[in-house]
């Protein structure tokens, strides 16, 4: 079946490591976004991606890395340098190209917890 | 700035009723509409969509409702189930921004039995 796939859905990270959070989409879609869940509280972009090789920031980069090498893949990387990690961290992807606008898919979330 | 909000965090309906979701907008031009529903623990699900030129369009027991006047956008649901008991998220996409999806802060739904 066609969707995303976020693994693991549960994380535990320990202060001052550096963890990597997995996506994985096989709907071939050229975009692919990031966002961070606090809980009672919206969607805050991370990064996206538009394209293989290319991304750019989102509203709440800092202390947060990407790559983009393939299209169906996305990873995430929290640093050591994000203060405040613990979150639901949420991978989107949508079909770019199109004028009007589109619909984005999400994966299920990876729950990260600071231990 | 640009925003997307909502003016209600929580909604409390009886089952059988209606339920009317608020969304509010700042930037004029924002020119496609998403609203989502977020179960518990998921990642959020597609709910309908909306272009800037309808200010109206109808899903399964669901209705969007576009105000460009005001910038307002509203879901509608038809006899609330339980199943629809979730946070409700609208959602700007604007072909002028890379695609980048600018979401609001929710609003939960609680259907009473």
């Known amino acids: 079946d066609g969707g995303i796939t976020q693994s693991p859905k549960y994380l535990f990270r320990k202060e001052g490591q550096n963890v990597t959070l997995s996506c994985e989409q096989n709907?071939?879609?050229?975009?692919m976004y990031w966002y961070r869940q606090d809980p009672g509280q919206g969607l805050r972009l991370i990064y996206y991606s538009q394209i293989v090789n290319d991304f750019q920031k989102g509203d709440i980069a800092e202390g947060y890395s990407v790559s983009r090498e393939k299209k169906e893949s996305f990873p995430l990387t929290v640093t050591s340098a994000q203060k405040n990690p613990t979150a639901f961290y949420l991978c989107?992807?949508?079909?770019?190209?199109?004028?009007?606008?589109?619909?984005?898919?999400f994966g299920q979330g990876t729950r990260l917890t600071v231990v | 700035g640009e925003s997307v909000g909502l003016h209600l965090p929580t909604l409390s309906v009886q089952e059988g009723d209606n339920s009317i979701i608020n969304c509010a907008y700042s930037?004029?031009?924002?020119?496609?509409f998403i609203w989502y529903k977020q179960e518990s623990g998921k990642g959020p699900q597609f709910i309908i969509d909306i272009r800037s030129n309808m200010d109206k369009r109808q899903g399964q027991r669901v209705t969007v409702l576009l105000n460009k006047t005001v910038k307002h956008l509203s879901l509608q649901i038809a006899a609330t189930q339980p199943g629809d008991s979730a946070v409700y998220f609208c959602?700007?996409?604007?072909?002028?921004?890379?695609?980048?999806?600018?979401f609001g802060s929710g609003t939960r739904l609680l259907v009473r039995p």
């Open positions: 959602a700007e996409n604007r072909a002028d921004s890379s695609y980048k999806l600018i």
């Open positions: 989107a992807s949508s079909i770019r190209g199109q004028l009007d606008g589109t619909e984005a898919f």
């Open positions: 930037n004029s031009a924002s020119d496609y």
């Open positions: 709907l071939n879609h050229d975009a």
